[in-house]
């Protein structure tokens, strides 16, 4: 558009001319060119998106998992749906529970009781075909990091079944997006803890997935990639992908999740649109009315700088 | 076509005498060279043998082990200059290619070498001057065999093997020749301390019988008169011929008429490593990630040190005792094969929670049992092998070679197997990966000493039939015997291996969740 208006003018202005013709132009053509382009940020594309999934069928079903480890109940009773296209976002505090819904729905730890299904394929039932659907990403499993990034790529890619040519081009163009190009040839354990984030990511998106379970992608990966990485979901989301990913940062959880499930010891106590469920405060607001409503700044009285108390 | 091939033929012959002085002079030197080893080799056996009986057997074998390698060489290592294919473009019939090809190869420099070595043949061997028809008959057929092995076998690869995987091939090749060339120095020498031995004139016999040995045994058949013995044999031959002839038509038919399936576009597994051997197949990819590990990860090279310890302190206490020495040198190697198969019965928890990317991937069980076991294959078969041979150059009687090999690869397949259901079944603390190999593992106790004594257990009584048989062969070496020992050692351990990789692979199906939660509770 801007283009446009600077072809309006008399071709033979001069540079110092077209800039005046920039700022002016836009009055007369259209208000909105001409300005700085404010890119749409990721919380109003969450928003739009959150009206969008909810009408989009569901493709994960958790029917109430429960996992007991002997008395300890880890989850109880979790039920809720991940709709196609939503980036669903899983918070609760440390020790919630957070982890073991999200491997139970990867098939990586077995429920006690429940139910979990991905496109109406059973997660226990018919492990395989469901796994071809699922992309994970586990928090605090190790990686074959004996393996250079690029084997590691290659491994993930042919035990989902692909083929070598598809690997390869994936693999290729995962590492662009990444950022990884120039650390394909180094062994995964000599990354840094942000880049085994990223490769382990990559991995499991590499088989295009039609939901992706990632735990705590966030974790440890610097800011800018960590937009990066937001790029990367929206624009997998926008695809028709759903992601539901855990994070503790509320504030991230708010700004691109259009979706969230609050766990707080092994329960869902709150889920729906992220509009829905913070109604009208912030998220964390939110959540911390919703972990612990009565005790907040109570204890710790004598945890205080100076030592004159008594 | 014919004559044309034939012309490019001798400008091939020729064109190796073309070049500076240097490479002329080098070239003569290599061209005298290998016809001194052409009549050298038909010296050879005048030298072995003392009687003419035994001069005809090793006659007889050495021609089965020089058509043989005519036959394996081209396949593994593909030195061929005129190929079928390369007459595609041109107009002329697959038959008329085919029969132009065959017969041109007449004119080559290892056709050449063979006439030399027939021709020394004729000149030494005096008693053939008695059957000119016979000797006629016998350097045609085997100068007729040993082309048509070698353009069959030369075309099949050229035909079945991808241009990519050529150089696996010679890999291969290399290992085979690196495994069978102890048994066959051994053989030599062997001859050479008691050229009297029955066990070369049952030899001869037997490879008489094979199309590669046929015409030396007919030969030898004739000279003593039984014409019936030496046409039977000559026709063993003959109609070893006509199959190979039809097949190198066929062969030349279908080079002619397709091409090889283009590498997939975009397809660059360059800086893989390994896994550019492997093909793109779960259970290649798992045994080539295994291989990297035993190469990148000292925690597997510290477990194999000890290896080698157990038996030499069990031959010292043995020898000491003063146990035979030749029945001593039978006892290293299944040790050491059965310790090296045992190895892996733990090989889950040393990947620690990095299982995972099996579980989520929903990996077969048995891929992931199967392709674990690529290093303990890769580096254990040959060892039984090799290690065979030389067990039996130092007992000091090749009869046995057959029942030591079945027992070893026996033991050595029997112990994979084992270990295969063991660690999808019992795995227990093993040094974390990134730890030093030394470190002891960072959670102790837990089931460590039962599954190491029941693994080593239930190996040990799985092996023992297949092992005794072996032993029983070993005190009654007759040949029957033996070669039984090998079948049932080597039919033995393929069964159980494969039953080993079958319930541990049903295991993991099973149990992998449990799998990961117990390797973390490792970590």
């Not at chain 1, 749906?81 to 918070?91: I, W």
């Not at chain 1, 803890?193 to 990511?201: D, R």
């Not at chain 2, 006439?115 to 005096?126: D, Y």
Request: proline share 6%; charged share 15%.
């Amino acid at each position: 558009m801007q283009a446009e208006s600077v072809q309006s003018e008399p071709a033979q202005v001069a540079p110092a001319a077209t800039e005046t013709a920039n700022a002016e132009a836009p009055q007369a053509a259209s208000p909105r060119t001409g300005r700085i382009e404010v890119p749409v940020p990721s919380v109003v594309r969450a928003r739009e998106r959150a009206e969008i999934a909810a009408g989009n069928p569901v493709v994960l079903r958790a029917e109430s998992l429960t996992k007991s480890y002997g008395q300890v109940l880890a989850a109880a009773d979790v039920s809720f749906e991940v709709h196609a296209g939503s980036l669903t976002g899983v918070v609760g505090p440390n020790g919630a529970g957070k982890t073991t819904v999200l491997s139970m729905i990867t098939g990586l730890n077995r429920p006690s009781s429940g139910r979990i299904s991905v496109h109406d394929i059973d997660v226990w039932g018919k492990g395989p075909a469901a796994k071809r659907v699922i992309g994970s990403l586990p928090d605090r499993l190790r990686l074959f990091d004996r393996l250079t990034g690029g084997q590691l790529l290659y491994y993930a890619g042919v035990l989902q079944g692909l083929d070598q040519a598809t690997v390869a081009k994936r693999a290729a163009e995962l590492a662009t997006a990444f950022g990884l190009e120039s650390a394909l040839d180094r062994p995964v354990s000599d990354y840094s803890a942000g880049m085994q984030k990223k490769i382990g990511l990559a991995c499991s998106m590499i088989h295009a997935p039609e939901v992706l379970v990632l735990d705590e992608p966030y974790e440890t990966i610097d800011p800018v990639s960590a937009s990066n990485v937001t790029e990367i979901l929206e624009k997998y989301v926008a695809g028709g992908g759903s992601v539901i990913m855990s994070s503790h940062s509320l504030d991230l959880i708010q700004r691109i999740c259009d979706h969230v499930v609050i766990i707080v010891d092994g329960s869902v106590v709150a889920q729906g649109t992220v509009d829905a469920v913070r109604d009208g405060v912030s998220l964390e607001e939110r959540f911390k009315h919703l972990t612990n409503p009565d005790d907040e700044g109570k204890g710790l009285e004598w945890l205080r700088g100076s030592s004159d108390s008594e | 076509m014919v004559a044309r091939l034939f012309r490019l033929r001798v400008a091939l012959l020729l064109s190796v005498f073309r070049g500076g002085f240097r490479e002329v002079s080098r070239a003569v030197i290599l061209a005298l060279l290998a016809v001194l080893s052409a009549a050298l080799l038909a010296w050879l056996p005048l030298w072995l043998a003392g009687t003419a009986g035994d001069r005809a057997a090793i006659d007889i074998i050495l021609s089965s082990v020089l058509l043989a390698l005519v036959a394996l060489v081209p396949f593994f290592a593909n030195l061929g200059s005129l190929e079928p294919r390369q007459f595609g473009a041109f107009p002329a019939s697959p038959a008329s290619i085919a029969t132009g090809l065959f017969l041109s190869t007449l004119l080559s420099w290892p056709t050449i070498w063979l006439l030399i070595w027939m021709a020394s043949l004729a000149a030494l061997r005096p008693e053939w001057a008695g059957v000119p028809l016979a000797v006629l008959i016998a350097g045609v057929l085997t100068l007729l065999l040993a082309i048509a092995l070698a353009r069959v076998s030369s075309a099949l690869v050229r035909l079945a093997v991808p241009a990519r995987a050529v150089s696996g091939l010679r890999w291969v090749g290399l290992v085979l020749l690196l495994t069978t060339l102890p048994v066959l120095i051994f053989l030599v020498a062997d001859a050479l301390r008691s050229p009297r031995s029955q066990a070369i004139q049952d030899a001869a016999t037997v490879f008489g019988w094979t199309p590669f040995g046929a015409p030396a045994a007919g030969l030898s058949y004739a000279v003593h008169g039984d014409v019936a013995a030496a046409a039977a044999h000559f026709g063993v031959t003959a109609a070893a011929l006509i199959v190979l002839l039809l097949c190198w038509h066929l062969i030349v038919a279908r080079s002619l008429t397709t091409v090889e399936r283009p590498a997939p576009a975009g397809v660059t597994r360059d800086g893989l490593e390994i896994f550019e051997r492997f093909p793109a197949k779960p259970r290649a990819v798992i045994a080539a990630r295994a291989l990297t590990y035993w190469r990148r990860d000292p925690r597997y090279r510290i477990a194999l040190f000890a290896i080698p310890v157990a038996p030499v302190i069990m031959m010292a206490a043995l020898w000491i005792a003063g146990m035979d020495l030749h029945v001593l040198a039978l006892l290293p190697l299944p040790v050491i094969l059965l310790l090296f198969g045992w190895s892996v019965h733990n090989d889950v928890a040393l990947d620690s929670t990095a299982i995972w990317m099996h579980v989520a991937s929903g990996t077969k069980g048995t891929h992931d049992r199967a392709g674990r076991l690529a290093p303990v294959m890769l580096i254990g078969l040959p060892l039984a092998v090799i290690g065979s041979s030389i067990t039996v150059t130092i007992s000091g009687d090749w009869r046995l070679l057959p029942a030591v090999l079945g027992m070893n690869i026996a033991v050595l397949l029997v112990a994979s197997g084992v270990s295969s259901v063991f660690s999808s079944f019992m795995p227990y603390p093993a040094t974390r990966p990134g730890d030093s190999p030394f470190a002891q593992p960072a959670v102790q106790g837990s089931g460590a000493g039962l599954a190491q004594t029941l693994s080593m257990l239930v190996a040990l009584v799985l092996a023992l039939p297949p092992v005794l048989f072996a032993a029983y062969a070993i005190a009654y070496p007759t040949f029957e015997l033996n070669v039984m020992a090998l079948v049932l050692g080597v039919l033995w351990g393929l069964i159980l291996l494969g039953l080993g990789v079958l319930i541990g692979g049903k295991a993991f199906d099973r149990g992998a969740p449990e799998l990961i939660a117990v390797t973390q509770t490792f970590d």
